[in-house]
């Protein structure tokens, strides 16, 4: 038998017993139930001081002793065809699953389930005391525990339903078994069913291999749907997968991208033409701006397309250029560079740039014509190449 014990909640102040749609309707049953309301009265005042010890939730019953006398709440509990239905209404429906698995018993289930025939919020009758006092009615001892009861059921709404006959992981294991189907099912609570899934199994060790060939799209039976652009989701799959990649061989290091980022890294990945032509115009570039980010993002990522585009000013211009003029006077051409900011214009339409990263950067025409390096020489032979 499925039992959950609650430790002392201290004394409640003053305001509405219960917070929540579930905590009131236990109360409002409790009130309907009870003959005396100045019984009630003096139950909610001794659960308010703290007298209700520690109470024992299990199918069927509360305890709690309270002021020293031992007194216990009996509950109807569903019948097993009753727990069929309504485990079945659950499956059924992802919002209330998604709710569930969230520790959270939505209003809603408590109508759906009594359009199936089944009442899940008690009623007349359904809250029956017993008591240590020898009161044959609710008393001040189950009044009291009856509001604490209450108080729970705002924390934690599944002690209702183990009060009904089921504790929370029997009932999340007929879920399971019931296979809840996702046809149709919004993302935010298709998600949510993931706590029904096996956990995943560990990653292996050493880099991930890289991803299998996806089948294609075109040519397929049936047709896709008219609109879809088969050759684009083909793509942006593909680039899913080589960035999921790329984020479990680099995890933690590897850097959230942005915009910008994002569509210079799926741009060079050279999808089709129409699939260049929809990233510039969403980007707001022309496509030979876009290419030439592209081309940028393959000599280094984020840290090539900053070279390519951001114009900075260094903390330590003057040392920059004596690093450069270093490299300048082992190299041919006596050319004197023109610096602005992170930038030095050679002869013509060579340029090195020094990026956020401390790396020297060559560019010709507008291009960046290699990857980063730490030494400006270096770098500065790949404009004599």
């Not at 992170?342 to 020297?360: F, P």
């Not at 990857?371 to 500065?380: H, S, T």
Request: with cysteine; proline share 10%.
């Amino acid at each position: 038998m499925t039992e959950r014990i609650f430790a002392p909640l201290p004394p409640a102040g003053g305001g509405a017993f219960a917070r929540s749609n579930w905590g009131r309707a236990w109360l409002k049953a409790l009130e309907d139930t009870a003959l005396d309301g100045a019984q009630v009265k003096a139950g909610r005042r001794l659960a308010r001081t703290g007298a209700v010890g520690a109470v024992s939730v299990r199918p069927g019953r509360i305890t709690a002793v309270v002021h020293d006398v031992r007194a216990d709440v009996v509950v109807q509990r569903l019948s097993d065809a009753d727990w069929e239905r309504l485990l079945g209404l659950v499956a059924d429906r992802a919002g209330h699953l998604a709710a569930l698995l969230d520790r959270d018993v939505p209003p809603g289930l408590a109508e759906d389930a009594a359009a199936s025939g089944v009442e899940l919020l008690p009623g007349i009758g359904d809250v029956e005391p017993e008591c240590g006092c020898g009161a044959w009615d609710h008393c001040a001892h189950t009044a009291a525990l009856c509001h604490q009861v209450a108080r729970l059921l705002d924390q934690d709404p599944f002690v209702l339903l183990l009060l009904r006959g089921r504790g929370e992981e029997e009932i999340l294991a007929a879920l399971r078994t019931a296979g809840p189907s996702t046809a149709g099912v919004p993302a935010r609570e298709a998600f949510a069913l993931r706590a029904l899934t096996p956990p995943l199994p560990p990653l292996p060790d050493g880099p991930p291999p890289a991803p299998a060939p996806l089948p294609s799209l075109t040519g397929t039976e049936p047709a896709p749907p008219a609109g879809l652009d088969a050759a684009a989701l083909e793509f942006l799959a593909a680039a899913a997968a080589e960035l999921a990649r790329r984020l479990l061989a680099e995890a933690p290091d590897a850097p959230d991208l942005t915009l910008r980022q994002d569509t210079a890294r799926l741009a060079a990945m050279a999808p089709p033409a129409p699939v260049t032509e929809r990233l510039a115009r969403a980007h707001g570039c022309a496509p030979d701006e876009l290419a030439r980010a592209a081309r940028a993002w393959t000599h280094g990522g984020p840290a090539a397309l900053a070279a390519l585009e951001d114009a900075w000013s260094p903390a330590e211009p003057e040392r920059l250029d004596a690093e450069l003029s270093s490299a300048l006077a082992e190299s041919p051409g006596d050319g004197r560079p023109r610096r602005e900011g992170n930038r030095w214009h050679l002869d013509g339409s060579a340029e090195l740039r020094y990026g956020r990263d401390g790396r020297w950067w060559a560019v010709r025409d507008g291009e960046l014509a290699g990857p980063g390096e730490r030494d400006a020489a270096v770098a500065l032979g790949l404009l004599m190449t």
